[in-house]
């Protein structure tokens, strides 16, 4: 045995993280995959990188050393299950599998369980960051136990991204925990999206202002606290012009938002823990309406004309901005709430400051925001929300006049703006002295008898509705 590290399943991700992995001293890399072609090919491209090539999964198993630790970057699925299964007939106690493909958390946290009744250390990593990042350095989120973070943590710190001279990677917590981070780390991705394009939309068809001049904002605002991956990419889409009709390559794109799903499993997850969501549900529903093209042209067939773009203050732009990163905070607050409601579920102790840290650098949601988040947590680690930082909470003031008038306008003009205007009614649910909850209660209490509590006296009450309406104890206080 001379590998202290393998990867099977050498794809686009594997091949690249086991360039990567092969590329930094200290470590040598055995790579297999079902087909031995591929295998073939990275040697033939790659081979200096001393990559130690397997024909068989035996002869790849032999190849590593103890604790033997193999990552594996098949599809998602049953593919990983297979291949699982190869590996824990011939790994020994105290050996290491590794899932780094985007498997669902409650599957990782079933494949651990099983694993753990043979001594068999199981990893789920989220690893962010495409193809680029696996090559030259993602965000990695691993899940799993203390042991194999032994081994595993300093192979994976020297493949991570570094953001602030800090690797972007943490032992997020136990089992699922880190495929979960990455749910939500994907979540909040299209969170950021749905804002970034609602701002493009109100600037385009509200401001008037053409592709360039767009490019030309998102470019300046890269610059002060809106700086990030996704407003840098942006500006660039907005620069492209498309080769065969000369016009702009964003009004040639179709507009029909595509997903591969794991939007959807972040809120799935939310819905169930009783999160709040909101930012990301938008994102996910506004990309499904988009490709709704035929309900689409059934009610543009019938509705009469839209309404004229409302006038627009000369601040509009600083508006935009004001909006967009006041929504992003709400975004990425209830992005955290989430993790935090995992974490309690499932039994993880996890770090939020350390979860904004790993994400400064490798991912699609790297942002020069996460310091501020980082500094949040590490101020007070059991902060409510990221609204109750005084940080953001100053940030969020200062732009809220800016945020209603974008709302505001948006709303006259017809232009959708799901993301801003969701993230502003939770803001305005979480700042309300007084919530209509109270009806609700009452409502509920009415037809259903479920009760309801007080605000001056405790226990739970209920109203006889059907008889004299007099209130009645439902529940004595227990005090
Ligand atoms: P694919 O998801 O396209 O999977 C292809 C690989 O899976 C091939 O190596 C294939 O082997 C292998 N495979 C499929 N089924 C089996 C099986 N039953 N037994 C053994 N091997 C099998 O590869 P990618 O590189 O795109 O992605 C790998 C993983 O990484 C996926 O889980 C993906 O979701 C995840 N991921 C992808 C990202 C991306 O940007 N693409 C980003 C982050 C994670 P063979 O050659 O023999 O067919």
């Not at 930094?24 to 790579?31: F, K, L, P, Q, S």
């Not at 190869?86 to 946290?109: C, H």
Request: with cysteine.
């Amino acid at each position: 045995p001379q590998a202290n590290i393998g990867v099977i399943g050498l794809a686009v991700m594997g091949s690249n993280l086991a360039r990567n992995l092969a590329s930094r001293e200290g470590n040598t890399v055995a790579v297999y995959n079902r087909t031995y072609a591929r295998t073939s090919d990275l040697i033939d491209q790659h081979g200096h990188l001393g990559l130690v090539p397997a024909e068989t999964i035996d002869d790849f198993v032999g190849s590593l050393t103890r604790p033997r630790t193999a990552i594996i970057m098949v599809q998602a699925g049953a593919g990983t299950d297979a291949v699982i299964d190869q590996l824990a007939e011939r790994f020994e106690p105290g050996d290491i599998i590794v899932d780094g493909g985007n498997a669902n958390f409650t599957d990782t946290i079933r494949r651990e369980k099983q694993l753990r009744a043979k001594d068999i250390n199981f990893v789920g990593i989220g690893i962010s960051g495409g193809e680029e990042g696996a090559l030259n350095g993602p965000s990695l989120m691993p899940g799993g136990s203390d042991e194999a973070w032994q081994t595993l943590g300093p192979i994976l710190t020297s493949i991570a991204a570094v953001a602030d001279g800090e690797p972007c990677v943490t032992h997020v917590g136990h089992d699922g925990a880190g495929h979960f981070v990455k749910m939500v780390h994907n979540g909040i991705e299209y969170a950021d999206m749905q804002l970034i394009a609602e701002a493009y939309d109100l600037m385009r068809r509200i401001g008037g202002s053409d592709t360039r001049e767009l490019a030309d904002i998102f470019t300046t605002w890269n610059q002060g606290d809106l700086e990030s991956y996704l407003i840098e990419i942006t500006a660039e889409v907005l620069k492209q012009t498309d080769a065969e009709t000369g016009r702009p390559l964003v009004d040639v794109i179709a507009d029909q938002a595509g997903s591969k799903g794991t939007g959807v499993w972040t809120v799935q997850n939310a819905v169930g823990l009783g999160t709040p969501v909101s930012g990301i549900g938008e994102a996910v529903f506004a990309r499904a309406v988009s490709s709704r093209k035929a309900q689409r042209a059934a009610v543009q067939a019938i509705t009469g004309p839209r309404p004229e773009p409302a006038p627009v203050p000369d601040s509009f732009h600083d508006d935009v901005r004001a909006a967009l990163y006041a929504s992003k905070v709400v975004a990425y607050a209830q992005g955290f709430d989430l993790i935090v409601a995992g974490a309690q579920q499932y039994g993880w102790d996890v770090d939020l400051s350390a979860i904004a840290k790993i994400w400064r650098g490798g991912c699609i949601i790297r942002a020069r925001f996460l310091n501020r988040i980082v500094d949040a947590y590490q101020n007070t680690p059991t902060l409510q929300t990221l609204l109750a930082d005084p940080y953001f909470a100053q940030a969020i003031a200062g732009g809220e006049a800016a945020w209603r008038r974008i709302v505001g306008t948006a709303v006259a003009s017809g232009v959708p703006v799901p993301g801003f205007s969701s993230a502003l009614a939770y803001y305005d649910t979480l700042t309300a002295d007084r919530l209509p909850a109270a009806l609700i209660q009452g409502q509920r209490d009415y037809f259903g008898a479920h009760t309801y509590q007080r605000i001056d006296k405790p226990g739970t009450f209920h109203t006889l509705w059907s008889g004299d309406r007099t209130e009645i104890i439902a529940t004595p206080s227990t005090h």
